[in-house]
């Protein structure tokens, strides 16, 4: 891949391109950001880790829409963060309003790339950017499942001692409180978790799991979580520029499968470089089916709200 654009400078733009940079993902990395000059000094800066990181990928930064011309892939990460005590769909009104002129730009200077959308809330972020761009669900998708499933991973690591490589987790769903994190799914180098965690403790790493955004952010105050969720941008990126075929959860767009369609949530889906290439279809039990729909009438409700907007 030779360009990657991240628009919104902010805590998870920022240590996204840092990241990507280190990878050498792709070529030139572009930042764009309303605030004057923040993306040209963050990009500044993380250039100038080349040395230590021993990467050269390009990474500049402008306030200006034309710096993303051209690219492959475009994140989006603008928007407001939500404060101590909000949910991710309070800042829905704010964040749609900022997203629609950013997807204006994407538009006129980006019109053939792959859109990933991180901002908040999620799910019905990348809705509406399906909707308005009229692309294929292969090119709109966002990040949600990947920060999930690895905040499970690691809380089950801390639980067993055993080293996070080996552990494998799937979070479905929505990203909030009706996220889905599937134990019957999760394992230690192919040994169920169940194994090593009673039920009581398991039910409490997926509580901890669905509030694992609100527990930093409780801690940090004046901050949400960033450095989880820029590498979670990273993993998918890397999938999509190495054509890895890697099966992460993203948020896509769903037509019919899980029998849902016009709603985008967390499902397992392929990404390679057709960006997200298949959603792949569990056979969820009666319980996890039971959370799934949960899940999705919560984000219809949220759908709602943005028609009525
Ligand atoms: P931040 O405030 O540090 O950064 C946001 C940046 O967006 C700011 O620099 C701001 O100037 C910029 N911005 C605002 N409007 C813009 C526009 N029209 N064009 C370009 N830039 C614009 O916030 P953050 O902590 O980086 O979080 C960013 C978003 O990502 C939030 O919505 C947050 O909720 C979300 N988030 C999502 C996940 C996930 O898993 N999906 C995880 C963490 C954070």
Known sequence: MNKIAIIGAGR??????????????????????????????AALDICQ?????????????????????????????????RKPGMSRSD????????????????LEFAPDSTLLIVSNPVDVLTFYAWKK???????????????DASRMANFIAQETGFSSMDITTLVLGGHGDTMVPLPRYCTVN???VR??????????????????????????????????????VVAMADAISHNRKRILP?????EGEYQESDIAMGVPCILGDGGLEKV?????????????????????????RLASL
């Open 12 to 41: 998870v733009g920022e240590t996204a391109a840092q990241m990507l940079a280190e990878k050498e993902t792709c070529r030139e990395i572009a930042l764009l950001d309303v605030r004057e000059d923040a993306a040209r000094g």
């Open 49 to 81: 880790t080349s040395p230590f990181f021993d990467f050269d990928t390009r990474v500049y930064g402008s306030e200006n829409p034309v710096v993303i011309a051209d690219a492959d892939l475009v994140v989006v990460t603008a928007g407001l963060p």
């Open 91 to 106: 800042v829905l009104e704010a964040n749609v309003r900022i997203l629609d002129g950013i997807l204006d730009q994407v």
């Open 133 to 147: 761009t009229g692309w294929d669900r292969s090119r709109v998708f966002g990040q949600a499942g990947v920060l």
């Open 190 to 192: 192919g040994i169920p």
């Open 195 to 232: 194994q090593f965690i009673d039920q009581e403790k398991l039910a409490e790493i997926i509580a901890r799991t669905r509030d694992g955004g609100a527990e930093i952010l409780a801690l940090r105050k004046t901050s949400s979580a960033y450095d989880a969720p820029g590498a979670a």
């Open 250 to 254: 993203c948020v896509a767009l769903l």
């Open 280 to 304: 792949v279809e569990l056979q969820l039990n009666e319980d996890e089916l039971a959370l799934f729909r949960q899940s999705v009438s919560y984000i219809r409700g949220d759908l709602e």
